[in-house]
Every structure is written in C-alpha cells, then in structure tokens.
C-alpha cells in the first residue's frame, strides 16, 4: 500500500525515512530503499518497501506534503481504497517497482511527510523523509 502511495507521489521518493508516528501504529515500516542514491534528474528510480499490518484495515487516507524549506511545493490527499482493494489483511508485505523521474522535478534537496488515518481518523502510519535530487 505504501509502495502505491510513494508510486503516486513520485515527487515524494524519501531516501532518510523515519517514523514519525507515536508507536502505537496499525502500520509499521519495516524497510525502505531507493536507487540510485542519489537520486538524479532523468534517470529511473527503484524502490523496494516492507511494511507489516498489525491489524486489518478497511479504509485509510494518506495526506502527503512535499516542501523545500518551509515552502511547501506539493500537497495531495489519496483514499488509499480508490487505488487498491479494501479491506487489506494484517501481515507482512513487500512491494518494489521502478518510476520515472521527470526532467522538470527541480533539484536541490526536499522534505516529505505522509500521515495515514483509519475510517475513524486514527492514525495508522506516519513516515516522513528527505531526499536530494541532482
């Protein structure tokens, strides 16, 4: 599911992730890694993400802000479920897959968070990131 969401928002590709959830998350991040690193301009990146469902989740919506600085240059809400099918089973996943990077993603170095809530607006995931481009 995560692997779709960082798919979906190319311009958030985050080589340094971190938790930045309470602990207490449905979803754990178990790995997560990109190629090449650095990331460069016109070139293809890899990515390749474990996560584990502690529990099963019936709905889920991501809000997802990409800034430079304090300026932020890329918000999107995504309902996870529009993307795959729900409900997704509690276990250990792993997905990879390849993206374009476009020759108008400037350069220089970013920061991303991706915050993800239940139906009921309890958070499942937080991860956030930074990832420079040359």
């Known amino acids: 599911m995560f692997a779709l969401v960082l ?17 207490r998350n449905i ?39 990409v800034k430079k600085g304090a300026i932020p240059l890329f918000r999107k809400t995504i309902n996870i479920c529009e993307n795959i099918q729900c409900p997704i089973d509690a276990k250990t996943y792993n997905q990879h897959g390849s993206i374009a990077l476009p020759s108008i993603v400037p350069t220089g170095s970013f920061n991303a968070e991706i915050h993800c809530n239940d139906a009921n607006k309890k958070e499942i995931i937080c991860f956030s990131g930074s990832v420079t481009i040359k």
Do not use: E, R
């Open 7 to 23: 798919a979906i928002l190319s311009n958030a590709l985050c080589i340094n992730v971190k938790d930045c959830g309470n602990g």
């Open 27 to 65: 979803v754990h991040l178990d790995a997560f890694s990109v190629k090449p690193d650095p990331i460069q301009k016109k070139q293809n990146v890899t990515y390749n993400v474990t996560y584990t469902f502690k529990q099963q989740l019936t709905s889920a919506t991501c809000q997802a802000v």
